[in-house]
């Protein structure tokens, strides 16, 4: 017989954790998390590149109902997060709910039964009556395409599967992309390879980022009744004024902008090389980067920036758009995600046997990111506009999970089987949402960022203060839903 969990949860990284603990605060202990790989920890487990550490100060970039006031430092490093995230699951007893190695494969939604047909890798399945996909969605690899990829001889991996075994010693390295991956890693690699090349194609924003160890008498400080909390609201607020560019309007930026080119003119003499740095849309439309030591890294003799796109991959070496050669040993791709096929890409058949892939033809979209008309008791973690651009996704998390227990609340209330929101409330919802997003900067501000998808809708961000998405979904509308008997 198979096994009937109340509750399957997918994913155990920050989202997973978080609504576990959330249920049995709420008294729900009959639940699973599903969890493809052997460790706890989602995206901090599985990005392990060299400098990989959190660029969202860690006080806040950590539960609010676990404060940690024993963080080494303003932005934790990867390792450190990862110990968090399991620590958490050992403490609020999660994790002999996490079954490792369980990669789920299918969600089918059964009408006559009202549940959850569950399928993992290898076929097993289970019946559950509400599913949370807390599957996150930076962490299927972006590959350029650039003819050649295969030909290469030497090790070529992305920034997400960091191949520890290829001693980058006194190589010669290619770096493509400079994102927020590629700037943690340029500045710690350079000084062990021979050469590293760093191919642009759009320069980012970047911010001088405030990191520092805090000593051990800041630790017992912040272990004093209070005081982790005071710093996290700090931090909170210090933050949030930044989306008053993003929510308000966007030439509200100017003084990020400012700050960003006071950055670059300190930190890169060379006039050249700083206007190949300088990029030319407004700050804010793609993630503003924060680092102190990528452009000093650049400076460097031994590294070079490249602004030609990359035309052809060889057996040894990369060539560029405007016909040179660069000779490289390692390729590491710094290349993003695919952010939309993370969702959008699974196998989840709802009402009548519907396919996502058929409801979202027209895009990704949910009703405040959290449920989707057509699939009932199916919830998003970090679904579709929950991303943000300026706090901690940990803040939308929370909200995300406590909303999810209010909708279980509902149907305990109501004695109801499942809720279906009702495809005129995520309508709705989406119509207002776009209306705000579309003049916003990250529309309408002169670059293309995986924040959009390919018809250049914003799928991803929420389009104002995080708090406003905290109020907003506190309570659940019942009027929104349709309740299933
Ligand atoms: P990303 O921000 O999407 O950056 C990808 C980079 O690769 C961009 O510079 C992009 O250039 C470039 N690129 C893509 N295709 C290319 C091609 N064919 N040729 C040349 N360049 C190409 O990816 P990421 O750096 O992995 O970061 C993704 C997200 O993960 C971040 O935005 C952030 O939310 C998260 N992240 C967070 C942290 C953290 O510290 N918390 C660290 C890393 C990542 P274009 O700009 O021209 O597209």
Redesign the pocket.
Known sequence: MREQPGIVIVGAGFAGICMAVKLKEAGYHDFVVLEKAGEPGGTWRD?TYPG?????PSHM?SYSFELNPGWSRM?APQEEIQRYLRSCADKYGVTPHIRHGSAVTGLEYDDGRRSWTVTTEGGATMRANAVVSAIGA?HIP?F???PGREAFAGPAFH??AWDHSADLTGKRVAV???????V?IVPRIAPEAAHVTV????P?WLHPKPDFAFSPAARRLLRLPGAARALRDGIYWALETRALGFAVHPSLMAAHERLALRHLERQVPDPGLRRALTPGYRIGC??ILISSDYYPALMRDDVSLVTD??TEIRERSLLDAAGREHPADVIVY????KVVDALAGRHITGRGGRRIQDAWSKGVEAYYGIATSGFPNLFFLLGPNT?LGHNSVVFMIESQARYVVECLRLLSRTQARALDVRQEAQAAFNRRLRARLDPMVWNAGG????YLDEHGVNRTIWPGFSFEYWARTRRVKPGAYELIY
């Open positions: 990005n990989c550490a959190c660029d969202v970039y932005f930076l972006k350029p395409d650039i920034s997400a493509i992309g400079t994102g927020a991956s590629a943690q191919f642009q194609r759009t980012p793609k993630r796109a990359v710094g290349t993003g995600f991303g670059c293309h960022s995986w």
